[in-house]
Each structure stands twice: as structure tokens, then as C-alpha cells.
């Protein structure tokens, strides 16, 4: 073969962006990764790299440093560079821009699974209330921060099936729509992934624990009612259009269906506000949009553009990621056979475990307003359910699970058309009938309720992983 064919790097650079056939070099081998950009997880993000070293890019993106990804570019190989570039010192440069650089902060309390780009869930003793204030709101990039300079400068553009175009400034989406708020979770596909891990098999992704989840007041305006403005018939669906795509600035897509984008009880928005304030930067400052009761991937952050279409988002998030297999598939499954995640199933977590002891004096308070004559353990958590599918219980196990109890199940003030919000919960039991272990259930509305064990619904991503959590009986930190 011409594996080790010598390439001069002036060949290379030809075939950078724009190129029928785009190469990049690494180290001193170069591979012609054409085939591989449509399916590139960061899409035409390795575009970038093009007629050059990826080298550097791959230093700011520390997820390609494994040995399959190593696999999958040596696929590509071509040949090498040859020596006389070499020698000349022609070796492409190392100096990149980092497109992190607009980054933001990060509040020391998030647990950090990856800097670059930011994936950090919120810990479980920030987990505790109805509403997760936004500095300790689960972070999900995955990609960097943009830099989106002056957000008067900021455009929405609204594509129609016919090609034609709509332009909104921010000031345009405030002056001309009625403003909506709704109280809605959000929550990564990968929520619990460790659990599966734990219970059942290595899986593919960020091994969150039952932090990637939060919740929070979203205001912004209706998505149907700028679809309506744009030109579209959001009463009468059309029967071409099926889905619709949203872009975002730094290059991540989706889609959902246009049913829900129409729905009038659908609730999805474009939300510039997150608990009254503006949308901090992680979370997509200054436009989002948010699809309550959908998987968190479809509420893409810095939306720029959104395009009706007969097609699902051509994305990876949306054509690969953020899809579910049977427990015997992968790595290389029939991708699109398999159907995108949109509504999630039902979901429950222990975040907090406590003593309630007469020795401390606000524990005492708890006893008393239980009417506990003895030493208890105090559980908190949430419960939550897809399409706005209501939380009707939360049965707790004290002795893992051969017998059950109902948890209480909090009140909390809620906005919107549908149970889009997680439910709080809380469960207290005396020591002396309490086991070594606790279990966790919960049921929705539809009566669905989250399987027992981990190996029926294992996936070799990993997602909506939702199988009885168990805890042991001593204190979370
Ligand atoms: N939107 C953009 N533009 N870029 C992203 O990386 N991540 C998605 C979604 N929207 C993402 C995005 C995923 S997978 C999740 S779980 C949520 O955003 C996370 O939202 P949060 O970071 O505000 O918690
Ligand atoms: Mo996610």
C-alpha cells in the first residue's frame, strides 16, 4: 500500500477548509480524515485543523487523548511527512488560538469532571433545594464558552421550510412577544451514568453521579409564538415540516419534533432569563432555548439560528450522541436505527442522609416536629419524569428493598402548562427499623415506574441511566 507514500507539507496545506479532501498531520504522520469530519464527534469543529497539525487542538481538547480515538485517525493514514519539510523546520505551527480563552469562572463547589471544555456537576449537598441557585447548576459543554462580543449585536434567525428568513434582535424577541416563565428541570442524558458502571458495565462518557440535574425559574419567550411571527402556521402543521433544528454559535445542534415546538401546553422557550437573572454565561448567555420535560441536550445554548426542516438536526449530538441500544450493541451499533432521545423516563435520587439524634439541638427540632421518641435518619432527594409526566409517589426502602415506605413528597410553587419541575422529597425513619441499606423508587403519572437493576437497560453510552438508586446507611458529605 502507499501507507508510507512521503507527503511535502505544501500538499498538506492544500487541503485545508474548502478542499474536496481535507488532511491534517499528526506528529509526522498525515491522514486524510474526509470520511471522518461528518461523523466527528465536534463536527466541523476539526475542520479547524485542516491542511495542518492537529496536534495543538487536540492539547486544548484533552477528550482525544485516548488510545481509541489514536485508533480511529489511524484508520486515516496516508503516509508521512516528508523528511526534507522537516528539516527545514516546516513543522506546522503550535501556536492556535484557545478558543477557551472566554471561558468563564467556575464556583469551587461544582465537581469537576473536565476543564476543557467544562463539565461539572452540581455536588449533592447543593442539591438540596426546590430551586439550584445558578452559580451550582450542573455545567455541560461540549465545546468552549463563545465569545460573543456585543449582544446588540446578537441575531436569532428563523429559517422556513421555503428557504426564506426572519432576522430578531434580542430587543426585537423582548418588544414584540409576551414574556413566559416556567419552573422546569433540566437534566443531562448521562445523569447517574456511574450508577450503570457501578451496577452493571463499563459504559462510554463522563461518569456523572446524581449531580448532572438541577432545576431553576427559565423566562424568555414562547418558541411557537416566534414561529408564528416568522411566517409559520404553528395551528395548522404543515405536513412537510417534521422537525425543528436549532444551531448555536460554537458549533453544537439539535432538534426536536415540531409538535412540541408548536404546542400551545409545550412550553418551549427562548429563554434569556435563569432564576430572574440573565443567563449566566455557562448556560448560554444570551439566548437559549429550553424544551421542558426533553432530554437537556435539546436545550441548546447560544442559539443563533433555528431552521424547519424535514430532517432532524444533520448534528452528531442529535444523529449519534444522546441515543439509547439495546444491551448487547456496540460500539459500532446501526446508529440510525436507533431513535433520538426527546423525553426522558422516570428518575429518582438520594442526595441527602442524616442523623436526627437528640444530641444536637437542631436535629431536636426534627424530632419534635416529626414526634420521633427516638434516634432517626433523616433522607432527602428528587424525583422527576419526562413530558411533564407528574411525580405521584416515592416509595423508600429501608432494608434494600424487601419491604417499602412512602417518602413525603414536598409542596412547591411552580409555573408553567405542565409538571415540568422535579419534586422534592423527604423520608425519616427510627435507627432501631432502619437497615443497612436504603433503596429509592419513584412513579409518574402514567404509572411508570424505574427498573430494579442496571444490566436490562445497560447501554454501552451509558444514557438515561434510571435503575434503583441504593445508598448505605451513613451520612452523604
Ligand atoms: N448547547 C450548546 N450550544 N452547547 C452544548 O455543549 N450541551 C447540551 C445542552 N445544550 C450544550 C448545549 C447538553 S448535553 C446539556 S446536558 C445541557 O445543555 C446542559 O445545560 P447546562 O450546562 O445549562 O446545565
Ligand atoms: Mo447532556
Redesign the pocket.
Known amino acids: 500500500s502507499n501507507k508510507r507514500r512521503l507527503i511535502r507539507l505544501a500538499e498538506v496545506h492544500a487541503h485545508g477548509p474548502g478542499a474536496d479532501s481535507i488532511w491534517v498531520t499528526k506528529g509526522t504522520n498525515v491522514y486524510d480524515i474526509t470520511d471522518w469530519v461528518p461523523s466527528h464527534p465536534g463536527g466541523e469543529v476539526i475542520l479547524r485543523a485542516a491542511g495542518g497539525s492537529i496536534d495543538p487542538y487536540w492539547k486544548i481538547f484533552s477528550i482525544h487523548q485516548k488510545q481509541d480515538v489514536y485508533d480511529i485517525l489511524e484508520q486515516y493514514l496516508i503516509g508521512t511527512i516528508d523528511p526534507q519539510d522537516l528539516a527545514d523546520g516546516q513543522v506546522p505551527s503550535e501556536h492556535v488560538p484557545n478558543p477557551f480563552a472566554s471561558d468563564p469562572e467556575r464556583d469551587p463547589r461544582l465537581r469537576m469532571h473536565s476543564e476543557r471544555?467544562c463539565n461539572a456537576e452540581t455536588p449533592a449537598s447543593e442539591l438540596g433545594t426546590f430551586i439550584t441557585p445558578n452559580e451550582v447548576?450542573?455545567?455541560?459543554?461540549?465545546?468552549w464558552v463563545p465569545d460573543l462580543g456585543n449582544p446588540e449585536d446578537y441575531n436569532l434567525t428563523i429559517e422556513l421550510y421555503d428557504g426564506t428568513e426572519k432576522k430578531y434582535t434580542l430587543q426585537d424577541l423582548r418588544d414584540k412577544f409576551q414574556e413566559h416563565t416556567i419552573t422546569a428541570t433540566?437534566q443531562?442524558s448521562g445523569n447517574r451514568r456511574s450508577h450503570m458502571t457501578a451496577n452493571a458495565r463499563m459504559t462510554n462518557g463522563l461518569q456523572w453521579d446524581v449531580g448532572?440535574i438541577?432545576n431553576a425559574e427559565w423566562t424568555g419567550v414562547r418558541l411557537r409564538d416566534v414561529l408564528a411571527d416568522a411566517g409559520y402556521s404553528v395551528d395548522d402543521i404543515p405536513k412537510d415540516v417534521k422537525h425543528v433544528q436549532f444551531s448555536?454559535v460554537?458549533a453544537?445542534g439539535?432538534s426536536i419534533p415540531i409538535a412540541k415546538a408548536a404546542d400551545r401546553f409545550g412550553d418551549v422557550l427562548l429563554a434569556y432569563k435563569m432564576n430572574g437573572e440573565a443567563l449566566p454565561p455557562?448556560?448560554?448567555f444570551p439566548l437559549?432555548v429550553l424544551v421542558p420535560g426533553n432530554v437537556?441536550?435539546r436545550?441548546?445554548?447560544?442559539?443563533n439560528k433555528i431552521t424547519l426542516s424535514d430532517e432532524e438536526s444533520p448534528s452528531q449530538?442529535q444523529r449519534r450522541d444522546y441515543k439509547c441500544f439495546g444491551p448487547n450493541e456496540g460500539p459500532n451499533p446501526n446508529w440510525d436505527a436507533a431513535r433520538s432521545i426527546q423525553e426522558m423516563p422516570v428518575q429518582s435520587a438520594i442526595t441527602s442522609l442524616r442523623q436526627v439524634s437528640s444530641h444536637s439541638p437542631q436535629a431536636r427540632k426534627w424530632m419534635h416536629v416529626y414526634g420521633l421518641e427516638e434516634d432517626s435518619v433523616l433522607l432527602e432527594g428528587y424525583a422527576f419524569s419526562g413530558g411533564g409526566r407528574e411525580i405521584i409517589r416515592v416509595d423508600i426502602s429501608a432494608d434494600d428493598g424487601r419491604s417499602w415506605h412512602q417518602a413525603e413528597l414536598l409542596e412547591a410553587e411552580t409555573k408553567g402548562s405542565k409538571a415540568w419541575a422535579w419534586r422534592r422529597w423527604r423520608f425519616i425513619i427510627p435507627n432501631s427499623q432502619a437497615g443497612k441499606v436504603f433503596v429509592v423508587k419513584a412513579v409518574d403519572e402514567a404509572y411508570n415506574t424505574q427498573p430494579d437493576s442496571y444490566e436490562p437497560h445497560f447501554n454501552f453510552r451509558g444514557n438515561l441511566t434510571s435503575g434503583w438508586q441504593r445508598v448505605e446507611n451513613k451520612p452523604i458529605p
Open positions: 471544555p447548576f450542573y455545567v455541560r459543554n461540549h465545546l433540566l443531562c448532572a438541577g448555536a460554537e453544537y439539535a455557562d448556560h448560554g437559549r437537556a441536550a436545550s441548546v445554548k447560544w442559539v449530538w
